[in-house]
């Protein structure tokens, strides 16, 4: 019944962070703010999760831990690479407009913690793209797609998905856009990007 009642608290305590992150992020978050979302004392809190820190951490490893094998899943698929291309860019972008802090955290992390890449690898169902990378090779080689580097069509297509999250303040300013006017561009991007790549690769 502990163990039962540990998991229940903790499960309540992941869903109310990820409520307050959703709307605050991690700076603007305050811990009391997560103990009252959850229905516990701060105490308590403290005695699941140390710090504010450790909490998000907790909240991104369990929404990484659902986006990641989607996206293998869509790597290593038996599709052409223009559906693999629609596929990461829907369900990334579709991902990240529920999970917001996403993209920031990871560049946070991997910027001031040399493990924290590892510790993503470590992770089951981390994304490969060795078939991928296979796969780009036999379509330039049998003239389907223009000529490419498997790792730069890859790098592209992480770019064009993760710089409109991790930028959105300043192409909001330059843009001259309002927070509903640019949400809708975001929900664009999950076609517009793929059409994008996909056009300047194909032959």
């Given at each position: 019944?502990?163990k039962r009642?540990?998991?229940?608290t903790?499960?309540?305590?992941?869903?109310?962070?990820?409520?307050i992150f959703?709307h605050k992020g991690?700076?603007?978050?305050?811990m009391q703010?997560?103990?009252?979302e959850?229905?516990?004392?701060?105490?308590?809190?403290?005695?699941?999760f140390?710090s504010k820190?450790?909490?998000?951490?907790?909240?991104?490893?369990?929404?990484?831990?659902?986006?990641?094998?989607?996206?293998?899943?869509?790597?290593?698929?038996?599709?052409s690479?223009c559906?693999k291309i629609?596929g990461?860019?829907?369900n990334?972008?579709?991902?990240v407009?529920?999970?917001?802090?996403?993209p920031?955290?990871?560049l946070?992390?991997?910027?001031r913690?040399?493990e924290f890449?590892?510790?993503?690898?470590?992770?089951?169902h981390?994304?490969?793209?060795?078939k991928?990378?296979?796969?780009?090779?036999?379509?330039?080689a049998d003239g389907t797609?223009?000529?490419?580097?498997?790792?730069?069509?890859f790098?592209?297509?992480?770019?064009?998905?993760?710089?409109p999250?991790?930028?959105?303040?300043?192409?909001k300013?330059?843009?001259?856009?309002?927070?509903?006017?640019?949400?809708n561009?975001i929900?664009?991007?999950?076609?517009?990007?793929a059409e994008f790549i996909i056009?300047a690769?194909?032959?």
């Amino acid at each position: 019944m502990n163990k039962r009642k540990t998991n229940t608290t903790e499960a309540s305590i992941l869903k109310a962070a990820k409520t307050i992150f959703l709307h605050k992020g991690m700076d603007g978050a305050r811990m009391q703010e997560i103990a009252d979302e959850a229905g516990i004392n701060k105490s308590m809190l403290h005695y699941y999760f140390r710090s504010k820190e450790l909490l998000f951490k907790a909240v991104f490893m369990e929404a990484f831990s659902t986006l990641a094998p989607q996206l293998n899943e869509i790597l290593n698929a038996d599709s052409s690479i223009c559906d693999k291309i629609k596929g990461f860019s829907h369900n990334y972008i579709t991902f990240v407009i529920a999970h917001p802090y996403l993209p920031n955290f990871i560049l946070q992390e991997m910027n001031r913690n040399n493990e924290f890449v590892n510790d993503l690898i470590s992770k089951n169902h981390f994304p490969s793209i060795k078939k991928f990378k296979l796969q780009v090779k036999e379509k330039v080689a049998d003239g389907t797609l223009r000529p490419i580097k498997a790792e730069h069509l890859f790098i592209n297509i992480m770019a064009l998905n993760i710089f409109p999250f991790v930028a959105s303040p300043l192409l909001k300013k330059v843009l001259d856009t309002s927070d509903t006017q640019f949400k809708n561009l975001i929900e664009e991007r999950k076609t517009e990007v793929a059409e994008f790549i996909i056009n300047a690769i194909k032959v």
